[in-house]
């Protein structure tokens, strides 16, 4: 499975961006999909997540209410919309993917594939 993010950019606080991943390869595989991020200096962070069936979505508590994770299956694509941006939202964003339900949906270790990600920064 390969996973390749775009969208990301530069924004004022308070602004909006959306986030695509696009899937390809063996998309079947795929049981359910993510987002992470990473700021400088901390660890990689849950976001959102998605099962590929398209039912059941989870947020962290920082990000709920804002932002909004969904797929559209023709195009093996699954995007993240992002609402009233703070500039603790700034970094970067990855997408992930994985194969089974093994693991919590929260964790970076039940993911095996992921993208290159993308810089998203907010600014005060």
């Known amino acids: 499975v390969q996973l390749v993010e775009s969208g990301g950019g530069l924004v004022q606080a308070g602004g909006s961006l959306r986030l695509s991943c696009a899937a390809s390869g063996r998309t079947r595989d795929i049981y359910g999909m993510a987002w992470f991020r990473q700021a400088p200096g901390l660890e990689r962070a849950f976001v959102a997540q998605?099962?590929?069936?398209?039912?059941?979505?989870d947020y962290s508590d920082a990000v709920k209410g804002r932002f909004t994770i969904s797929r559209v299956n023709a195009l093996n694509t699954v995007y993240l919309q992002m609402n009233s941006l703070k500039p603790e939202d700034t970094g970067v964003y990855y997408c992930?993917?994985?194969?089974?339900?093994?693991?919590?949906?929260?964790?970076?270790?039940?993911?095996?594939?992921w993208g290159q990600g993308t810089q998203v920064t907010a600014s005060s």
């Open positions: 992930a993917a994985r194969t089974n339900d093994r693991g919590p949906v929260n964790r970076p270790y039940a993911y095996g594939y």
């Open positions: 998605i099962a590929w069936s398209g039912i059941g979505t």
